[in-house]
Each structure stands twice: as C-alpha cells, then as structure tokens.
C-alpha cells in the first residue's frame, strides 16, 4: 500500500468529491479521505472548508484515523475556533479511556488547539492527567501545562498547574520529571523574577538522580536546567560537578555541551589552588575533542562553542593545537571555524605547525578560506613576536604567487605588523609596492596607501605612488580617500619641500569636492593644523602610535560570560546574546557567571596567571581588558589597526587638549587663513563646534548647576504617631548642595513650637548643616514649608540599609522619631566624570567580584535621553558606542565620600529593559546606586 | 524550544510539514526554500538566521531535513534530535527517498507526533517506538490492558530502548569494531597528526533483558587491576591502550564507567553503536603509502604509488581500495599494476585500485601516467588526499575472543568481554569485524 497517490491529486472540485468521501459509510473510505485531505494540508492547500466533515471522523474507535483527525485539528482549529468547540467532548471523553495511549494523545492534542474559548473545557482532563496513574500520561501532561501557559498564563497559575507541575519533579519516572523540568524552565523564563523553579540543594539532588536514570533529551533538559541554578558555596559546586562530569562519556554531543555548560559555569566557583580544579579541567579537553569526529553540522555547533571556552579558558584545550588542522573533506563553515580556532591557540610552541599548516590553506580552493588563512598568518605575527619573521616570509612567498585576492590579503596584513614591529621588516616595502597596480579592493589599497605615507621618507617615489592614486580620488571608497589624505599630509610634513603641491590639491579635494563630512571634517583639521602650528601638525599628525592590540576579534568579557552560559545554544552558535535574535521577553534573560564564594579567592584577580603556567605566555593570549575596553571606547573612530592613525594617536595621546584649545581660538581668529570663500560654509563655526564636541565630548555638562531629580515628598511621620504632627519631605540636591525639604503640618489643636531636629549618625556622614528653623508658631491646620540645607561632615557609621538615616523631631510637646530612606543620587557629586583612561585604568582595578549586575525594565528613552537625563543627576557618560545595534553607556558618578563608582549600561533600541553592570570597590553601594538609576529614568 | 519540523525534495517542495509553536507561521516553509535550498551560493552554514527566525537542516540524500525556531534553543539538540529522525525514518522505511516519503507520510506524521512534543523531543529509540507504531497501523486496539501499560512503562521507562519479552532460541552476539585512522601527512612524508577513531558496532540477538558487562585494556584499567595481573597481561601479551576519550550508547551506565572503568549495559536488540572511542597515542600505521608525482610536459603527470603492509606476516588484510585522485583535466589514463585490479573512474576523477588480499609485511606498487587536456582553466584542482580502505576479519568462539590478536595490527586492542554470570544468557556465536578508512596524505603539491 503506498500513500504517495495522495499527493497527485490535483484535480478541480476535490473538495467537493473529499467531502463526500469524509461522510462516507465506509471507514476505508473516510480514512482515505482524510489522508488526501492531510497531504493536501502539506503541501499548503487550504483544506479548512472541509472542517465540520474532518471533525465528524474524530469520534471512531480507529486510532489511526483519530490520530490523523488531530493532526488536522492541531491545524486549523485556529481558523475556525466555534467549530473547534465541537471537538472539546471527544477529548474530555478520550482522557477517561482505559487506554493510556489514547488519554496520552488526547491530553497532547488539546494542548495543541490554540482556541482561548476551548481552554477552560480542557483544565479539567488536564488535572486529572497530570495525576494519572500512568507515567505515559503524566510526561504528556506536563508538557501539556507549557503548552497552556503559553496561550492563557493566566489560567495556568489560577488552576494551581504550576504546584501540580513543581510536585512532578519529585515523581518517580524519570521521563515525567524530564518533561516537568523542560516545562518549568520554560515557563520561568516568561516569569524572570518569580522563583519558579525554586532550585535548592534538595530538588537539586533530585535532578541529579533522575539525570542518571532519563532519556538523552531528558538529561539535555535536567542539565540545561542545572546551569541555571547557582550553587552556594563552592562545596556544593563542586558536588555537582562530580556528579554531571560522567554525562561527558554521553554519545549524544548535545549531552556533552550541556553537560560542559554546566562545568565551565560551576568551575567559576572553585578555587585554582584545589586539586579538583585541576582534574576537572583536565577532564574537559577529549570530551570536547571527540565533538570533532561527529557530524559536520554538530562539528560546527561545536567548534563555536569552542571558540568560546577557548577564549574563557585558553588552558584547556591548549595542547590540542593538531585536532584542529583542517581536513580536506571538512565543510567550508567546519574549516572556517577551526582555522578561528588555531589562532586562538597559537602559542610559541606550536607556531612552527601552525604556519606550515597557514601556508598549505593559503593555497586551497575556496576563496574565503584561502583569504581567512592570510589573514591568520598576520595575526600569528602579530601574537607570537619570534615568528614574526617568519611569518613576512611565508607572505612575501604568497605575494609572489601573484594570485590577486592572496596579494590584497597579504598586504593588509602586512601593514598591521608594520604596525606592531615598527622599523623592522620595512625592507619588504619594495615587493609590496610592485604590486601597487593589482589592488583593487578597497581595504588593500588603504593598507597600502598607509604603508607609502608611514614610510614616506624611506621611498624615493613616494610623492608619485600617492599622486598616481590622487588621479581617481573621488572614485576611491571613503575608507580609501581618508587614508590618502592622511598619508599625504605626512609626506608633506616629511618632506615639505617637494609636495606642497600634492598637499593642496589633497586638502581641496577633500574639503571642497567631498560629500563625506568625516573627510571633510579631517580636511579641515589637517588644514588648520598646518596652517597655524606646522609643529603642533607634526606632533598630531606623527605622533608616535600606539601599539595594537593583539587579538582584535575577542569577544567583550561581559558578553563571553553571557555566552558560555548559553553554551549549547543558539547564542553561541551566533555568538549573540539571546536578546539579540530572540524576539519578545521570553529566554532573554541576561545570565551571568556565578562569583566565587570562597574567600581565599578574593584576593585573586582574574589576570593572575595560572600556577605554572609562564606569566609571559599569560600574557600572549589573554589580552588584559585595558586593551579591549581601549578599543571599545574608541567610539567612532575606528579601531586602531585599520583606523586613521591621526585620529587614533590624537586621542590617546592625550593630544586633545592641544588640538581642542587650538581650534576654539582657531575658529575665532581673524588671522586665520581660509579655505577659498566658496568652500567655507556660511555657519562655519557650528558644525565644526559640534564636530568637535562629537569627537571628543569635552565640555558638554561638566559643571552644569542643573539640579537632580526631585522626589515627591512623601510622609515620613504621621499625625497619628507624632501627637498631631505631621511630616512629609524628601530630599534634593542643587548646585552641589544637599537640602532636605520638609513640609510640617499641625494636626493638634494646639500649637506648636520650638522645633528643633537631629540625625543619628549614618553611612555618609549626613548631618542638619544649620538648625531648623521655623519662624513662627504653627498653628493648628497650618503647614509650613522648609528647606534644611545638610552637610556630609556628620559622623559615620555604617547603616543597614546603607541609605537609611533616623531622624528625631522635637517640639514643645514631645520628641519623635522616625527613619526614612534618602535616594543615593543625592550624594553623587558634580565632579564625578572620570577621565577616559582612568575608566579604563580603574574598571579593569576593580576585581570582577564587585560587579553586580542589573535590570532596568520598562523605561522608554533612548539612549541619548538617558545620557543626559542621568547627567542632570551627575551620572556621566565617559563614553558610548555601539555594538550590534545595542547601545553601550560607559558612566562614572562619585558619591561625596570620594566612592567612585563605574556603570555599563546597556540599551538596545525598541526594547525598554536596559541592563546595568556596575563596579566599584565598594560593592555594598551597587544596590543603591540600581536604584538611583531607577528612580531617575523613571520619573 | 523547535517550532517546527518541515522536509523537503531536492526541488524545495515539501515533504512534511508540522509545526509545534504558534510563533512558526506558514511562510517559514518557503523562506527556508527561497534562502537555502534556491539559493544561488553553496551553503555557508547549516544554522540560518532568516528574519529572526533559525533554520537548523541537515541533508540526506538529496532529501532536506529543517528544524525551525524563534527561541534560544539548544543548537545541539537539535541536530541530534534530526539525526535522529533520519535514524528512525530509516529503521522503518529503510532509504530516506522522497518516494519512501511519500509513501509514509502518515507513518512519519505519527512519529513526529510522537517523538516531538511541543518541541521537545521524547523517546525516540525505535525499539520502543515499533511496539506501538507500525506501518501496518496501531494495533493498539487489539491490545490487552497489560500489553498497554507494558508499552507506557517500556516508553517512559528506565530501559526505553528494549521490550521486555523478547525470545531467541540461539543467542547470538556479533562485535564489529570499525575504525578509521585520520592521518595528516606533509608531501615530505612527515605525519602532521594522526588519530584513530573507532566504532564499536553490536549486533545483538539476546533473549529476555540480559546484562551485558565489557572491559577493553585500556591503560587505566590495566594499570588499576595492580601488579597481581601484570605477568599475566605481559603472557598473554595484551598491550594497555591510552584511550583519549570514549563515548557511549545511552544504555551504558556512565556513572559506573566514571566509577570503575567497566561497560554495563542492558543492549537495545538488534544493531547499534554501542562506543566510539579515539586514540592518539602510540598509533602503528597498518600500511604505508609512499605517492611520486612527477610532472612530464603541460599534459601529462606520472603517478607511482606503493604500498607496504606494516603487520605481522600471519595476519590478512582484506578488500583493500586505494583511490588515487586525479585532476580535473585528465583525458585518459594507463595503469599498470603488480597486484590486484586498477581501473580509472572518470566520474569520481580517481585512480580505483583494489586487492583482495595482502598478508603483512608485504609491498605492492601501482604506476599510471596521467593525460592531461591543456587547459586554460583557472578553477584549481583542490588536490584531495589519497585514501585507503581494509577489512580485517575474523570469526571466533566466545573462548577465544581475547581481541588482542585479531587486532594486534590496530592501535586499539579490546580485550576482554563477557557477559553476565547468567550461564543461559550466553550467546553461541560471536563475530569480529574489524575495518579500517585510512587517509594517509596529500599529494605532493604540483610546481
């Protein structure tokens, strides 16, 4: 019997003919009715007429021809919701067979009718099979319950689901807890805050037992769910590590990855000096080995996970180097990824391989490859000093195969050793520039043209090679014409004489005949430059660079650890956080890696080497974050290996302030040589005012007296409590000083006088800084307003809540008390921007056990409204850039006891749950701090 | 968690459709269509992210299996969830052909139903299935009460993958071990990396539910058992192999191999993968393949390649193939061959050589001058690696089935198995097979 003839049916009026078949007598009849009526479903044909005939099958004691009436159902119900309600008698009567294969399917369709009216009918079978005796019917129902939650959440907590689902974790079968676990944690996801899951070490142990006894998939579910859990000490991280690591031996690789998740995640925990650190992360490598001989598209999966725990721990996999040379039947997306790979784990040690290995792809077929294969064999120049050499040989031959896209690649790579070894390999510039003609991508001739400007005095004809590329200027790519300009004004100020012409016709070029405002924008300084303070241009424009980075592509730490916590996951296959692909709230929860626990750990800093491990080698692969956050706040003007050296070397030289001061007294000067009349905008001075200010965000802000956020007044001290007196306030900061508003109400019938007011002693020092004064008697029913100016000059002691302050109040009738909360961004004082390099400098000081981390939901601005609404509390943007799509705030604020505290905000446009991290050496403030920020961008 | 599961033929029509969330519309079906299967690159990823929605597919024949999501799921699960459902459409229908498909479209929607439930997968071991699911239709109807739940409890149960019941009148057990050595060699013959990995494959015929135990000398059993047993592994000259990493069958209890380096296990009947394993260490290479490639004129290449068994003398290597890769220009091709047959296949552009035979420490040669077309052509040949197919094989009686001398010429030496003190459950008959994939280098690169 073959069922394929059901596909061919393509006839005109089949409906009709189907639907006379649906209402045959004859079961053979209908059932082939229904079969046609499926593939026709398949293939995309609109079946939904035929509904009320489909639905009349559904009462048959055939199961197969019940099965495939669901299977319809499950389909269009959605279309036709008050026919679907015909349906709802058959499932309440099918969870009550004897049958557990028929409650079973029951219970598992219905949760698959999307029909909001049918839902309530289905709480009751539902119920029951959540209960049933058979393990069958109660694994279904389980899932059952995420499939309900997931169209009416509501309805789910009001029946009391999600006890009966929690109850399930201590069932019997493995399965049915499997299958409670993957419910549970799904539905927690939609519910972040609640603690649904509520793991503790009891339901812990229970998770782990089943682990050995499930399916692959229920140990997927468990593990998956295990590494959402936060052990409390490291005694019990440990446990738990003992007890997945035999899940590594599992045949199924998605075991293993989860099983790794949950390792890498708990190994944060445990202290390096332990024997069982070391064991297990001996224990990782095969595991992660043997990923490599599955199938490709799990190689892959894989190998990107790889990428990550090699950049989290390069200790792991650090003897490996071998398993990752490519193999010549790999797919092209498996080669890709472990040439990745190679690089991370290129070492003095294997460098020899590794370039002979670099050296056999650079002549494969692929494009891609052969190009990534070039590259690598830069970056290894540039990550292990004594290869270098080799490595400009190994290119110089591939620059003779002549084979134009390894020539490019070759050539931009070259220009970044250039960068990193300067005045060492510049003999080769004679072979680079033979091939000056073959350069058609735009990236390769930048490199070049940069090359011929470093070098300018070293090459004889280096006026022509510029000028013969001057020819096409404005057919050149933006990225080609700002490095042109560049190098030729550093032939001029190398070689004045001969190329005042070349440097005119640059500088026109770009200044009048550009669209492009950043080349426009650089003309102009270039020009300026030259023409006020050709010393001053010398110093900017050949300033001595700094070195690069060696890894440019690492991941940023806070994301790496968001990602090896979705190790397994999509997330690390994109190398994106959830959020970021993920629509909706659901799964986008920010993980983060636990802190240690262990205090012997505190002292610790994630830099320090490994024990035995050289502290030189430490240092060739991990790059410290000073480097990464350098390039991060680099803002827009590029990272520093391709980038505008002029731009670069200006900003990190510390060169801003000769450049800023020179052109603000530029700008006004009458003596200063214009651009010819026709080039110079009518409103000059505002674009490259606010051009300045883009760039390097000086003035704006500091010192603006505009006060912070203002709290309505609330009542601190009822009547009720105070014989009569009522008072309400709150507190506010303007222009550096702190004041406490009050509002005093007589509510006695007497009145009142001689007021007076104290502080007990408090965390920052907060003290009345003048009596309180209140002019004349308050009479009953009268209200009388204060301002009480306060001073941080108090005594301190330490409070619990830090910001909690007692206050007495005392009058001629009696003394009371109360205590009141003051939000923390009173005390954030106006000075409180850090400089760029102290951000950097500081951030990567404080440990990273001091950085907590932060939701703020539902807030609506954008990320310039936020900037400057936290300025106007004296919370300052240090810096901003943007990383796919997501805005990044980098802010310093300091508390008036000389606290400094970092912030890293996160903001990804059309979602309003931003998210902060914050650092500080004193982390107790972190909380207060969170809540500032709430209380400022939500009011 | 997968929103959807849609198959495809070759020409991007659909196969199957069935989707599980509600966030998986109708037009994910032909995005995947229109971005992968119809387009115009070579695919650069099997994870494709189209309008926020990710296609995970893998592809069988010429047969496209995609898994659909909109949330963070577990990447790895997916694919091994659609292996999976390869392995189970097989073990029904046999080939995954759109014809097989069609055929069993109601089979594969039962299944899916089945072994995906909103997304999650369940059990999904064929053993457990087929007592429920058939492709003559359920039977369940006919089915006592006890049969009933026997099909929940073995479904849900500890032992998903085998029914209780099951009767042979001889209880058999076949081992094959297979294993391929990946070797990376430089055309000046040094070996770059070389790694053996294995499969050891059970066919098992075995009534009731046995239990089934397996040792292997590996290093750090042998090492464990103490100096009591050392003379007499050294008499029995079993070597200990350093296994880098091994992997099991879900029914092998990982927590006991954790423990005590032992395999136990309760097998699925019939055949399945019960270990893979690798190995990097002290590898002995079977054979050597020595390649000389010369380059006479623009139009003609001289290939010799020789061969050198590098085993005991008693031992017979089996179903030897070296393929010889040639260019994409040959127009003809001479062979000449001591041993064995050679022919050129013009369609897989390669030398074919087979030899049925080859006892140890022997050698043979092959030469063959290449014809080449002159050409203009710029696509490089992307000069494939030689490679190299053997079969040793061996049949033994239970007694004898110290493994150590049918695989003395492989790295890997499984020793000892047993089964179970359960004198009944003792199979009569029990078979090795061992088969080698060998890699052994690229060619010499052309000047």
Redesign the interface.
């Known amino acids: 019997m073959?069922?394929?003839k059901?596909?061919t049916t393509t006839k005109k009026g089949e409906i009709f003919e189907l639907k006379a078949e649906l209402n045959s007598d004859k079961k053979e009849k209908k059932k082939e009715a229904v079969?046609k009526v499926?593939?026709s479903m398949?293939?995309?044909k609109d079946v939904s007429a035929l509904f009320p005939d489909v639905v009349n099958c559904m009462q048959t004691?055939?199961?197969?021809l019940k099965?495939?009436v669901?299977?319809y159902l499950m389909?269009y119900a959605k279309s036709q919701p008050d026919m679907a309600i015909m349906a709802v008698n058959t499932f309440v009567k099918d969870c009550e067979d004897?049958?557990?294969?028929?409650r079973?399917l029951a219970v598992?369709t219905m949760?698959?009718i999307?029909v909001d009216k049918i839902t309530e009918y289905l709480c009751e079978p539902l119920r029951k099979c959540l209960k049933d005796e058979?393990?069958?019917?109660r694994?279904?129902a389980a899932?059952?319950v995420?499939?309900l939650h997931?169209i009416n959440a509501q309805l789910v907590e009001d029946q009391g689901f999600l006890d009966t689902l929690k109850d399930l974790i201590s069932d019997s079968?493995?399965?049915?807890v499997a299958?409670a676990v993957?419910a549970l944690s799904?539905i927690a996801e939609s519910h972040p805050s609640s603690n649904l899951l509520d793991l503790n070490p009891q339901s812990i142990n229970k998770l782990l037992t089943a682990l050995?006894?499930?399916?692959?998939?229920g140990q997927?579910?468990i593990l998956?769910c295990l590494a959402n859990y936060t052990p409390k000490d490291d005694r019990e991280a440990q446990s738990i590590c003992e007890?997945v690591?035999?899940?590594l031996?599992?045949?199924?690789?998605?075991v293993?990855?989860?099983a790794v998740k949950v390792l890498m995640k708990f190994m944060e925990m445990l202290s390096k000096d332990l024997d069982y650190y070391g064991t297990l992360l001996k224990k990782l490598a095969?595991?992660l080995?043997?990923l490599l001989?599955a199938?490709?598209?799990?190689q892959?999966?894989?190998l990107r996970n790889i990428n990550l725990i090699v950049q989290k721990r390069p200790e792991v996999l650090k003897h490996e180097m071998?398993?990752f040379?490519v193999?010549?039947?790999d797919p092209?997306?498996v080669k890709l990824e472990k040439l990745d790979i190679m690089i991370r784990l290129a070492s003095q040690a294997n460098i020899a391989?590794v370039l002979?290995?670099l050296k056999?792809y650079a002549?494969?077929?692929d494009v891609d490859f052969v190009r990534k294969a070039v590259r690598a064999i830069g970056r290894c120049a540039i990550k292990v000093e004594q290869s270098a050499e080799r490595c400009v040989s190994t290119l110089l031959d591939l620059i003779q195969t002549k084979v134009n896209y390894v020539v490019q690649e070759a050539i931009v790579v070259i220009k970044d050793i250039f960068r990193k070894y300067p005045n060492k390999y510049e003999s080769v510039i004679a072979t680079l520039c033979e091939n000056l003609d073959s350069l058609d991508e735009p990236e390769a001739r930048a490199a070049m043209i940069w090359i011929v400007g470093e070098y300018a005095e070293r090459i004889d004809n280096a006026d022509e090679l510029l000028e013969s590329f001057l020819e096409g200027f404005h057919d050149e790519s933006a990225q080609v014409q700002l490095q042109l300009l560049t190098a030729i004004v550093k032939l001029f100020l190398k070689k004045p004489t001969e190329t005042q012409e070349l440097v005119q016709q640059v500088l026109s070029l770009a200044t009048q005949d550009s669209d492009n405002p950043d080349l426009r924008d650089r003309g102009y300084i270039y020009w300026r430059l030259l023409s006020t303070d050709p010393v001053a241009a010398k110093e900017v424009v050949l300033a001595e660079k700094p070195l690069i980075s060696e890894e440019t592509d690492l991941i940023e730490p806070t994301l790496l650890d968001e990602l090896i916590c979705?190790i397994?996951?999509?997330?690390?296959?994109?190398h994106k956080p959830?959020s970021a692909?993920?629509?909706g709230g659901?799964?986008?929860v920010h993980k983060s890696l636990p802190p240690r626990t262990a205090s012997s750990e505190s002292t610790e800093s994630p830099e320090t080497a490994p024990a035995g491990a050289p502290p030189g080698e430490q240092l060739d692969t991990v790059p410290t974050q000073g480097d990464l956050l350098g390039d991060l706040l680099n803002l827009d003007l590029g990272p520093p290996v391709s980038g505008p050296p002029l731009a670069t070397s200006a900003v990190q030289m510390g060169a801003v302030d000769l450049l800023g001061g020179g052109l603000d007294s530029l700008i006004g000067a009458p003596s200063f040589v214009a651009p010819p009349a026709a080039a110079v905008p009518a409103n000059l001075g505002a674009p490259m005012g606010s051009g300045l200010s883009d760039l390097f965000d000086l003035t704006s802000g500091v010192g603006t007296l505009s006060g912070s956020y203002v709290a309505p007044k609330a009542v601190w001290l009822p009547a009720m409590k105070a014989k009569g007196l009522e008072i309400s306030g709150t507190f506010t900061r303007q222009a550096g000083s702190i004041s406490m508003d009050l509002q005093l109400t007589n509510k006695a019938l007497q009145v009142m006088t001689d007021f007076a007011i104290q502080f007990n002693r408090n965390s920052f020092g907060l003290a009345p800084a003048a009596p309180l004064q209140v002019h004349a008697p308050l009479s009953p029913t009268q209200t009388v307003e204060i301002s009480l100016p306060l001073s941080t000059a108090g005594s301190v002691m330490k409070t619990e809540p830090l910001n909690s302050l007692q206050v007495a109040v005392k009058n001629n009738i009696d003394v009371f008390y109360f205590s009141t909360l003051y939000p923390l961004h009173i005390l954030f004082v106006e000075d409180g921007k850090m400089d760029r390099q102290m951000f950097l400098a500081t951030w990567k000081d404080i440990p990273n056990e001091n950085e907590a981390q932060f939701q703020i939901r539902d807030c609506p601005l954008n990320a310039e409204a936020v900037s400057s609404r936290l300025q106007s509390s004296s919370i300052f943007t240090v810096a901003r850039r943007n990383v796919e799509g997501q805005d990044m705030l980098y802010q310093s604020l300091k508390l008036t006891n000389g606290i400094w505290v970092l912030a890293e905000l996160r903001i990804q446009p059309g979602n309003p749950s931003f998210t902060l991290s914050l650092k500080c050496r004193a982390p107790e403030v972190s909380q207060h701090v969170y809540q500032a920020y709430e209380t400022i961008l939500k009011n | 968690?997968i929103g959807g599961l849609f198959i495809y033929n070759h020409k991007g029509?659909?196969?199957?459709?069935r989707?599980?969330?509600?966030?998986i519309g109708?037009n994910a079906?032909d995005a995947f269509r229109v971005n992968v299967i119809h387009a115009r690159q070579?695919?650069?990823?099997?994870?494709t992210?189209i309008a926020?929605t990710?296609f995970?597919?893998?592809k069988r024949s010429n047969i496209w299996l995609a898994a659909v999501?909109?949330?963070?799921?577990?990447?790895?699960?997916v694919?091994?969830?659609?292996?999976k459902m390869c392995d189970v459409m097989a073990a029904y229908f046999g080939k995954i052909s759109e014809?097989n498909i069609?055929?069993?479209?109601?089979l594969i929607?039962?299944l899916l139903?089945e072994i995906l439930?909103?997304g999650?997968?369940?059990?999904?071991?064929t053993g457990a299935l087929k007592t429920?699911i058939t492709q003559q239709?359920?039977k369940?109807?006919h089915?006592t009460?006890e049969e009933?739940?026997q099909?929940?409890?073995q479904?849900?149960?500890?032992i998903?993958w085998r029914r209780e019941g099951i009767k042979y009148r001889r209880n058999e057990l076949f081992l094959d071990v297979l294993e391929s050595v990946?070797l990376?060699m430089?055309p000046q013959g040094q070996v770059?990396?070389a790694?053996v990995?294995g499969r050891v494959v059970m066919k098992s015929y075995l009534s009731g539910m046995p239990e089934c135990k397996f040792g292997m000398n590996d290093k750090i059993v042998i090492e464990k058992q103490g100096k009591g047993t050392a003379d007499e592994t050294s008499k029995s000259g079993k070597q200990s192999i350093a296994i880098?990493?091994?992997?099991?069958?879900?029914c092998v209890?990982?927590?006991k191999?954790?423990s005590e380096r032992s395999i136990s296990f309760i097998p699925p009947d019939g055949e399945f993968?019960l270990?893979?394993y690798?190995t990097t260490k002290d590898i002995i290479l079977p054979f050597r393949v020595i390649p000389l490639v010369r380059e006479v004129g623009r139009t003609k290449l001289e290939v010799k390649v020789v061969i050198k068994s590098n085993f005991k003398p008693s031992l017979l290597a089996q179903k030897i193939e070296v393929r010889i890769p040639t260019p994409l220009n040959t127009s003809g091709v001479q062979v000449i061959c001591m041993k064995g047959k050679a022919k050129y296949k013009a369609s897989e552009n390669a030398i074919v050589w087979k030899i049925k035979r080859m006892a140890g420490m022997k050698e043979s040669q092959i030469s063959a001058e290449i014809e080449l077309l002159p050409t203009n052509d710029k696509?490089?040949?992307?000069r494939?690696?030689i490679s190299m197919n053997f079969e040793v094989r061996q049949r033994r009686g239970l007694e004898q089935c110290v493994l150590g001398k049918t695989l003395e010429i492989l790295p890997v030496n499984l020793c000892t198995y047993h089964l179970a003190d359960d004198e009944t459950e003792t199979p009569e008959r029990s078979d090795f097979n061992s088969q080698t994939h060998f890699?052994p280098c690229?060619l010499p690169?052309r000047n």
């Open positions: 073959t069922d394929s059901y596909f079969k499926i593939a398949t293939v995309g004691d055939n199961l197969e099965k495939l669901y299977l389909n004897p049958n557990p294969l028929i079973a598992r949760g698959c999307r058979d393990p069958y019917v694994k279904t899932v059952c995420a499939k997931d079968n493995p399965m049915v299958n993957a799904e050995n006894e499930c399916t692959e998939w997927i579910f998956d007890r690591t035999p899940r031996s599992h045949a199924n690789s998605a293993v990855l989860s095969p595991p080995v043997t001989s199938e490709p598209e799990l892959y999966v894989a071998k398993v040379f193999k010549y039947n092209i997306y391989q002979a290995e056999e002549t494969e077929v979705c397994g996951t999509l997330a690390s296959v994109y959830p692909f993920v629509e659901r799964g986008v | 968690m029509e659909v196969l199957i459709s989707v599980y969330r509600d966030d109708r079906v070579q695919v650069r990823s099997p994870v992210n926020r990710s995970f597919h893998v999501t909109k949330q963070n799921v577990n990447a790895a699960m694919f091994e969830f659609l292996y014809e069609k055929n069993n479209f109601v929607y039962e139903d439930d909103f999650y997968p369940q059990n999904s071991e429920f239709g359920i369940s109807q089915q009460k009933q739940s099909i929940t409890s479904v849900t149960g500890q998903g990946n990376l430089s770059l990396s790694h990995s880098d990493d091994c992997t099991f069958h879900q209890r990982l927590s191999f954790d993968e270990m893979r690798r696509k490089k040949w992307a494939p690696p890699f690229r690169p």
